[in-house]
Nanobody, 117 residues
Framework: QVQLVESGGGLVQAGGSLRLSCAASGSIFSISAMGWYRQAPGKQRELVAHITRGGSTNVADSVKGRFTISRDNAKNTVYLQMNSLKPEDTAVYYC???????????WGQGTQVTVSS
């Protein structure tokens, strides 16, 4: 199994920046894709960004040009750099990784990001 620990959330004013981190432990040798989702109150969880082991990325249109996903395979960590934050970015952000042959998916505990106007 894979365990994920997220950090970096918080309260920021509109236009500000935050960097989220998610460190994986456990069966890390089998990790393939990594990504970030978010869930705002009363809304469904949605994909924010996704990155393959080789570094190919997919970023949601709503954050394209403002958010950047990256990973450090040596540290088994995925990052989300969030710039030019908007109040509508307010949500709980969840890290996820795909691992194993099937593959399976593991989720972090979530970290709150609040953007004030």
């Amino acid at each position: 199994q894979v365990q994920l620990v997220e950090s970096g959330g918080g309260l920021v004013q509109a236009g500000g920046s935050l960097r989220l981190s998610c460190a994986a432990s456990g069966s890390i040798f089998s990790i393939s894709a990594m990504g970030w989702y978010r869930q705002a109150p009363g809304k469904q969880r949605e994909l924010v960004a996704h990155i393959t082991r080789g570094g190919s990325t997919n970023v949601a249109d709503s954050v394209k040009g403002r958010f950047t996903i990256s990973r450090d395979n040596a540290k088994n960590t995925v990052y989300l750099q969030m710039n030019s934050l908007k109040p509508e970015d307010t949500a709980v952000y969840y890290c996820n990784v795909d691992y194993g042959v099937v593959p399976l998916r593991a989720w972090g505990q979530g970290t709150q990001v609040t953007v004030s106007s």
